[in-house]
C-alpha cells in the first residue's frame, strides 16, 4: 500500500476506516494531552495494520501455490505501517472502537504529515503478532501477550519524502 502511495500520489484506507483522536478516545482517557492520545489511537491504527499484514499473508500464500517468485508478495516484510495525516471531514465511529473514524475521500500525499514503519528487527515479533492478531481480539490472552511483543518495538518517524527511499531499502 506504501508502494502505491507513493506511485499515485494518494492512498484510500481499507473500508475508509482511520484512527484519530476523538471526543470518545478523549472521554475514555481520565488524563493525557493530544500528545498521549495520538499516541493510543496510533497505537490502534498500528494494530489494524497487523490485520493488513495477515490479509497479505494470505494472499501471499494463493500467489506461492501460482509458483510465481517474482511477484512482490513472494518475500513478504512483516513490519507495521500508520500514516499520519491531516484529514478534514472525518466521520465518528461510534458502533467501533473509540479511535476508530470514517473518511471521506482519498488522503493525498499533500495531507501526509509523517508515516510510521517498524525497524527491522522489530520483523520476527510482528510475524508472530500477525499469526495471532483474530486471537488476540477475541480475548485470547495468550494471543494478547504475542502482541505486545510486537507492540513493545516503537515504530519509526519518517518524513513524507523519505518514503520512496524507506521502500527501496525494505
Same mark, same amino acid.
Given at each position: ?36 492520545? +495520538?499516541?493510543? +489511537? ?7 495494520s497487523l490485520r493488513l499484514l495477515a490479509e497479505d499473508r494470505e494472499a501471499a500464500a494463493v500467489r506461492a501455490d501460482e509458483d510465481d517468485p517474482e511477484h512482490p508478495y513472494s518475500s513478504p516484510v512483516y513490519r507495521r505501517a500508520v500514516i499520519a495525516a ?42 508472530? +503478532?500477525?499469526? %495471532? ?9 495468550? #494471543?494478547?501477550? %504475542?502482541?505486545?511483543? #510486537? ?20
Amino acid at each position: 500500500m506504501l508502494r502505491e502511495l507513493v506511485a499515485d500520489r494518494e492512498i484510500r484506507a481499507i473500508n475508509d476506516t482511520a484512527f484519530a483522536v476523538t471526543p470518545t478516545l478523549r472521554e475514555a482517557y481520565a488524563s493525557g494531552d493530544d500528545d498521549e492520545l +495520538a499516541e493510543v +489511537a496510533m497505537g490502534e491504527a498500528a494494530r489494524a495494520s497487523l490485520r493488513l499484514l495477515a490479509e497479505d499473508r494470505e494472499a501471499a500464500a494463493v500467489r506461492a501455490d501460482e509458483d510465481d517468485p517474482e511477484h512482490p508478495y513472494s518475500s513478504p516484510v512483516y513490519r507495521r505501517a500508520v500514516i499520519a495525516a491531516d484529514v478534514p471531514g472525518a466521520t465518528l465511529r461510534p458502533d467501533l472502537d473509540d479511535a476508530v473514524v470514517r473518511l471521506s475521500a482519498a488522503v493525498t500525499y499533500q495531507q501526509i504529515a509523517s508515516v510510521h514503519v517498524d525497524l527491522a528487527e522489530a520483523e520476527p515479533a510482528v510475524a508472530k +503478532a500477525v499469526d %495471532v492478531v483474530d486471537a488476540a481480539d477475541l480475548g485470547d490472552e495468550d #494471543a494478547e501477550f %504475542v502482541l505486545g511483543d #510486537a507492540e513493545d518495538h516503537q515504530l519509526a518517524w519518517y518524513a513524507t519524502q523519505e518514503l520512496p527511499f524507506l521502500l527501496e531499502l525494505m
